[in-house]
């Protein structure tokens, strides 16, 4: 069997999530059909990628210390077809490229990159930033992405992750065109499948009885929704360190809570931003079509939506906010109090390991031991005669 | 992108390779001199970086092998963090993609220490954590376990390990290292650098003001408590000329308190130290740095004016809880009260950090296994 590495490199909201979790889920089915998909779990790639890119993530690095390597280790010795998946990717520099390429072995390399039209990807990402703590105003954030320096962290994150034909050149460069696997996002409104069909199709998995129930995706928020986020951030951040952000404002809030107001209007941009994404999209898919890659969908797909109503998120008004406030306090509440549930178990568990140590304590021949091993620290030969009982008895010594 | 400047700008890669300091936009040789890297040119951080490298070198006694490896090591480094991407060379690059091309004399000494902190975490993992020296427990000693001021506490606990006085054992007398708590934010915060890295002082101090919290360590009385230590076997030290009879010892060693830019660069190494090695292994690198570090003159990081209202009034907490609670007062609870108001304090500065950094790389000495380390 010929070794094939399918690497998926970016972009972000592109449906990156309900891909992984579809490939993680399905991993034994995977591997009957020879394809290889190694995650011990779910963010295992998303590791990786940290490892790869000396990327600190809110103390998240610490555990993937030589996850690039052993992910690379995994794939070198698949003898098959192995895809590798995270969109993060998309923002390694050209010497991280050349890295994880060439930690790749003799593999025949397939870079795929899915890809969304930038009238729908700027108000995501403006979302994905107010979900990871930022609460710059969407105003603001436009014109630090229109900003050609470049110079503010979002700025160069964005155009890092965002600008499509930039990310080939750096991961493409050294591939034919027919190894490079553009996948667009269908336009809104498309059957909910087509996206699935076009992974699928670039990967290879059109015949795998895979599980496609959807367990995790990363849900969009509406406008008032997410304006409240960027409300709430500029009053917690700078007291809520990430661990606690984390799983308190992102998951319960965000996801688990905002996410559900689907009747709130959705972000868009307005119209003279509309017309900079589209221009600078028209741009992109003439340089893509003149570099003759394979794409699933069409290019078009990256034209977007033609303009429609716009809702500033900057100018939401108190009545807006107040129903998904009222949600979010709720929902915070219900969290506070399966916490004090959990907290009162822990303490019920500490005090029977209390009371059963106690009651140990109380017997004779824990007395009598203890009686031993006082009379014996007070002397060197003594401490010398325990030290060697402990090392008999393979029990550490106790910490001074 | 013309021919020429893709040229010219291997020629010139090469050149910093052999040691070269000269700029960029100040390059005019077009042709490759000597062995070119292969591969994507490198960054303008990296580049940048590599120039100023070589302007210490010149005035250091480095070996050519040793230099060669420092610069192939430099060029080869990734900027750590969510910063921008590798730029590109002004008037090499003709992308119409991608970060702007710039010129590297102007890329900001933030952006270098990116760079620099990685070939330091990586020199720091090479080197290895320090043995920390033990001896035999001496019977007869004090019993004791010290809080408060984390900087002193673990220069101590390190000091009187040795000397066969570890910390804990039955019964031990609680040991709060008091001091201003201005001077004791100030440590907590440069110890948490030299351990697992946190947020910048500025912004770390704002935190605990925002929450009117104190950090776990600069807590005195919640420290205290947190031990359940009965009162009679509690001190609470703001005198540090009797602190040595608390731990049953006639001299303390001074121990020597990080400045600024120090704790600042080691915040920067530490988060990169994470990502290289296990967790359980890092603090024992972070301390071998903490113990190496060369000096930069640097004051410690000092509590701005604007934060000094909110200090006084947690130091007045303090000492209230500490008076109510009636633990003996080795000295006087008073000089709890935050000292440097209006005094000198130090705040980093990244051309002083990046300078520091750069010295460190050059100079070796501080890696070398047998050299006289300070506590």
């Keep these: 069997m010929s070794r094939q590495v399918l690497l998926h490199v970016g972009c972000p909201k592109t449906g990156t999530s309900y891909l992984q979790d579809v490939l993680f889920r399905n991993q034994p089915v995977l591997r009957e059909h020879g394809v290889l998909y190694p995650a011990d779990r779910f963010d295992a790639h ?135 696997h553009l996948v667009t996002v269908p336009p809104s409104g498309s059957d909910r499948g087509e996206l699935w069909r076009r992974f699928s199709r670039t990967f290879g998995l059109d015949d795998l009885p895979l599980d496609l129930t959807a367990e995790r995706e990363n849900p969009s928020l509406g406008v008032p929704e997410t304006s409240l986020l960027r409300t709430i951030n500029q009053r917690v951040t700078s007291v809520l360190a990430p661990p606690d952000y984390r799983p308190l404002v992102r998951e319960v809030l965000a996801h688990q809570t905002l996410s559900r107001g689907v009747a709130s209007a959705r972000l868009g941009l307005a119209p003279a931003d509309h017309a900079w994404a589209q221009e600078l999209s028209r741009s992109w898919v003439a340089v893509l079509a003149e570099r003759g890659y394979d794409v699933a969908g069409s290019l078009d797909d990256l034209l977007g939506p033609e303009p429609g109503a716009f809702a500033d998120p900057d100018t939401a008004t108190a009545d807006e906010l107040l129903p998904p406030a009222l949600d979010a306090i709720s929902a915070l509440l219900v969290e506070a109090a399966r916490l004090r549930a959990v907290e009162e178990r822990l303490h019920g568990e500490l005090r029977e390991a209390h009371e059963e140590r106690d009651r140990a304590r109380l017997t004779t021949s824990h007395r009598l031991r203890r009686r031993v091993v006082t009379t014996l620290e007070d002397s060197a030969a003594g401490r010398g005669t325990l030290a060697a009982y402990r090392r008999l008895r393979g029990r550490p010594r106790p910490a001074a | 992108m013309s021919a020429d400047r893709a040229a010219a700008a291997r020629a010139w890669v090469a050149h910093l390779r052999e040691g070269g300091t000269t700029p960029w936009l100040a390059w005019t040789a077009g042709e490759d001199r000597g062995q070119a890297t292969p591969g994507p040119l490198p960054g303008a951080q990296q580049l940048e970086l590599l120039r100023r490298v070589n302007l210490r070198v010149l005035a250091s006694t480095a070996a050519p092998a040793q230099r060669r490896t420092l610069a192939d090591r430099v060029l080869a480094a990734p900027a750590a963090g969510r910063g921008k991407a590798d730029l590109p060379l002004v008037g090499v690059s003709a992308s119409d993609f991608g970060p702007r091309p710039v010129d590297p004399a102007t890329v900001g000494a933030h952006e270098l220490l990116r760079v620099a902190s990685v070939l330091l975490a990586d020199d720091l993992v090479a080197l290895g954590p320090d043995p920390v020296p033990t001896a035999w427990p001496r019977p007869w000693r004090r019993r004791y376990r010290l809080v408060g001021d984390p900087v002193l506490a673990t220069g101590l606990r390190e000091h009187l390990r040795a000397h066969g006085r570890p910390e804990g054992g039955r019964r031990p007398v609680l040991v709060a290292l008091a001091a201003p708590l201005d001077e004791l934010l100030a440590r907590t915060w440069t110890q948490r650098c030299f351990e697992t890295g946190t947020r910048p002082w500025p912004e770390w101090l704002r935190f605990w003001r925002e929450r009117d919290q104190l950090p776990a360590r600069a807590d005195l009385a919640a420290s205290v408590r947190r031990w359940h230590a009965r009162r009679p076997f509690v001190r609470i030290v703001t005198d540090p000329d009797r602190l040595p009879r608390q731990l049953g010892v006639r001299h303390l060693p001074q121990v020597r308190v990080p400045g600024a830019d120090q704790a600042e660069l080691a915040r920067r190494v530490a988060a990169v130290v994470g990502i290289r090695v296990p967790a359980a292994e890092r603090p024992a690198l972070m301390r071998t740095l903490q113990r190496r570090i060369p000096g930069s003159g640097a004051a410690p990081v000092g509590v701005p004016d604007a934060e000094q209202a909110w200090v006084a009034a947690s130091a007045a907490r303090t000492t209230r809880e500490l008076t109510r609670a009636g633990y003996p007062v080795v000295g006087d609870l008073a000089d709890l009260a935050p000292a440097r108001a209006g005094a000198t304090r130090g705040v980093a500065d990244d051309e002083r950090v990046l300078d520091l950094a750069i010295r460190m790389l050059v100079d070796p000495s501080w890696r070398h296994t047998d050299r006289q380390v300070e506590r």
């Design chain 1, 46 to 180: 998303f590791l990786a990628a940290l490892d790869l890119m000396t990327l600190p993530w809110g103390g998240l690095e610490t555990e993937a210390v030589g996850a690039w390597d052993r992910l690379a280790a995994e794939v070198r010795a698949w003898d098959g077809t192995a895809i590798i998946s995270h969109e993060i990717f998309a923002r390694a520099t050209p010497g991280q490229v050349a890295r994880a390429l060439a930690s790749l072995g003799d593999a025949e390399v397939h870079l795929v990159l899915s890809v969304r039209d930038l009238v729908r990807q700027i108000p995501a990402e403006w979302q994905e930033n107010v979900k990871h703590r930022s609460h710059v105003t969407y105003a603001a954030f436009l014109r630090t992405i229109r900003d050609p320096a470049r110079e503010s962290k979002i700025g160069s994150w964005f155009w890092a992750v965002q600008e499509i034909p930039d990310i080939l050149d750096r991961w493409a460069a050294s591939l034919p065109p027919e190894r490079v």
